[in-house]
Each structure stands twice: as C-alpha cells, then as structure tokens.
C-alpha cells in the first residue's frame, strides 16, 4: 500500500507547487486527485503528517477559487487538530484563516454556522497578537452578532487580505464589499421593517439602485427575508422569528387536516 501513500504525496505537492504560481484551476485539479485516493492510504494513524497536509492544501485551492464557504470550514476542522500534531501557533493561524473566509462568504445560514463556530473559539481573542490578522476578532464578532460594519472598520481588514481575496467581482464591488453590503443589508433588516432605499443606500454606502439590485438579489436566494415596494422605493422587512413561526403554524395546520382525513376514512370504513 505504500504506493498509494505516495500517489497522494506526488499530487498534494504538484498542487502546491501550482498554488506557488498562481494555477488555481491546476491546482484544484491536482488536489482532487489527491482526494480520490486519500481515504484509501493505510494506517491513516501513522500517516496523519500527509493526512493534514492534504486537508491544508485543499483548504487552500478552495480559498484561492474563492470559494470562501467551504474554505473557512476547512481551515476551522484545520484549527482543531491536535497539538501535538499541527504547532500551536499553525493552529491559530488556521484559525485566523478561517475567520478571513468566513467575513468573505456570501451571506446565509451556513455563513452565520460558520461565523458561530468561529466566534465560540476561546482562542478568537489570540487573533489580535498577530498582525495579519488584528482585526479579524473585531470584524467577526461584528458580523456574528448582526452589528452594522462602518466602512472606517475595515481598512486594516482589507490591507492584510491576499491578491485574489481583493478581486473585483462581476457586479463591480470587492469581494469584501459585497460581503460587507450583504451583512449591512440583513443587519438592517433586524432593526427596520421598511426602510427607504435612499435611506438605505446611506447607510450602506452605496447609491439607492446599488442597495435595490442587492436587496433584489439577496431576497431571491433567500438570504434576506422581504420584499420590495418598486412604486414608493421601499425595502420591507420580514423578522426571521415571525417567518419562522408561520412556517411552524403551517406544518402544525397541514397535519392536523392530514389527521382529520385519516380519522374521516376509518370511520367511513
């Protein structure tokens, strides 16, 4: 079975190697590689060296494909390792890379999942001692508890992100805006239950059909619970815990007239 503890070695290096310039299609492709065969390697116990370091390197072609959701969750398993396996001081900074992920991930329930977990390690605090990542506990803590982020807030944020973490998206904003206006935006909508979006796009910093476009967007993925007034330019909110609650009086409705017609048919018969 050695051959199999050296395929997955051969490919997690040809996937960092790729990652050192910059080839993150090649790089997923060779980390993939890796991960088809990486279940399969012997003795898992005494091989965990390579075990770990394809789970770091896959965490890391996830973050350089942005795709920051499943990257953030990597790095967090990554922050729990043993210490005696992963040095402290690796362990926090996965930590750290974990927390910079989570703020760049779209906004949903899997976010916020993440964002808890994040925010519920003692170690959170530690963030602050490294330089890289001084603010992370700040920003988190922000987002976690669904306080409005100022832009002021985020300058030493963004100076300490990677290249590919500053990338202008399709929609014209920074990765780090967009995830910034989508917080601001579900924030927002725990405080009003309508709100003007002249008013709003002040408050996010962004001109009104900026605010509308994302509202749009985030009510359709079901990011944002709402709806928009076109006629009077209005953004109306919908409390989560209402929703939640009408969703629960459906369900308890919906049985309680299945029950009925069962009761009905065995009478009839």
């Known amino acids: 079975m050695e051959h199999i503890r050296a395929c997955v070695l051969v490919f997690v290096k040809i996937a960092e190697c790729y990652l050192e310039e910059d080839e993150t299609v090649e790089a997923d492709s060779a980390v ?16 965990m060296a390579l075990i770990l370091r394809y789970k770091s390197t896959y965490a890391r072609v996830l973050d350089a494909n942005r ?29 750290g890379r974990a927390a910079t992920c989570a703020i760049l991930a779209p906004s949903g329930p899997q976010r916020q999942r993440i964002l808890g977990l994040v925010f519920k390690d003692e170690r959170l605090s530690q963030l602050d001692s490294l330089p890289e990542f001084e603010t992370h506990s700040a920003v988190l803590t922000k987002m976690y508890m669904n306080q409005v982020l100022r832009k002021d807030e985020l ?29 601001n935006m ?45 006629v ?24 309680c007239v299945q029950l009925n017609r069962v009761t009905d048919s065995v009478r009839g018969e």
């Open 32 to 47: 993939t590689k890796a991960g088809t065969v990486v279940e399969s390697i012997p003795d898992p116990d005494q091989n």
């Open 186 to 230: 579900v924030a927002v909508s725990k405080l009003y239950t309508s709100i003007y979006f002249k008013e709003l796009g002040q408050l996010l910093g962004v001109e009104a059909a900026r605010a509308e476009k994302v509202a749009a967007k985030m009510i359709m993925d079901g990011s944002l619970l709402g709806s928009i007034d076109q």
């Open 67 to 95: 795709k920051f959701l499943p990257a953030a969750s990597r790095y967090h398993d990554l922050s729990q390792a043993r210490s005696d396996m992963i040095d402290s001081d690796d362990l926090l900074n996965m930590l």
């Open 232 to 255: 009077d330019g209005l953004l109306l909110c919908t409390d989560s815990t209402d929703s939640a609650l009408l969703s629960w009086d459906e369900s308890i409705t919906s049985f």
């Open 155 to 183: 300058t030493k944020f963004e100076n300490s992100l990677a290249p590919h973490q500053k990338a202008v998206m399709g929609d014209g904003l920074t990765i780090v805006e967009r995830a910034v206006i989508e917080h």
